[in-house]
């Protein structure tokens, strides 16, 4: 079975102001090369709604060191997004990482970039590779950001 361009969702256990870390994205190199859309499961969604000023303020984000080493080692040739289940890849009491990563992600480092989607519920669904996904932006002027419906076949 081929699995270029696919979703690949990652489980990533990770608690309040923790990072993702490049050193837990390193195993998985063969599927990152692989997938179009990176999923990352923290498991902090929980918190949505039984703790939502936890969930908010204390989440866990992607660290920098992960978004360069996606960025320096040119994976953004097939990932166009990458998305986490947690409020922001800039959490409040790490801002300059977090704004180091959406730099890096972005495309202010280098050449190419990676879309990012936070926020994204995956609370049900399989760990791995899934079958599909879209994503539906709502387009607003003048704003840097904006909600996105994904839906996702598994």
Known sequence: TSYQ???LLLD???DATEPITAAELMPYENQLRQCD???LRTGFEQYRTSDPQ????????????????LMENHFYE?????AGDFVSFATPDFLPDGHETHNYLLGNHGDGYICIIEDL???YLPSGFLKSAVSMPYFI???DSAPVTVWVEY
């Open 141 to 143: 002027e003048g704003i």
């Open 37 to 39: 859309l990176l999923m």
């Open 5 to 7: 361009n696919l979703p």
């Open 121 to 123: 519920s995956m609370l």
């Open 12 to 14: 990533i256990p990770k």
């Open 78 to 82: 097939n990932i166009k997004t990458v």
């Open 54 to 69: 936890r969930y908010s303020a204390k989440g866990p984000w992607l660290g920098s060191d992960a978004a360069k080493y």
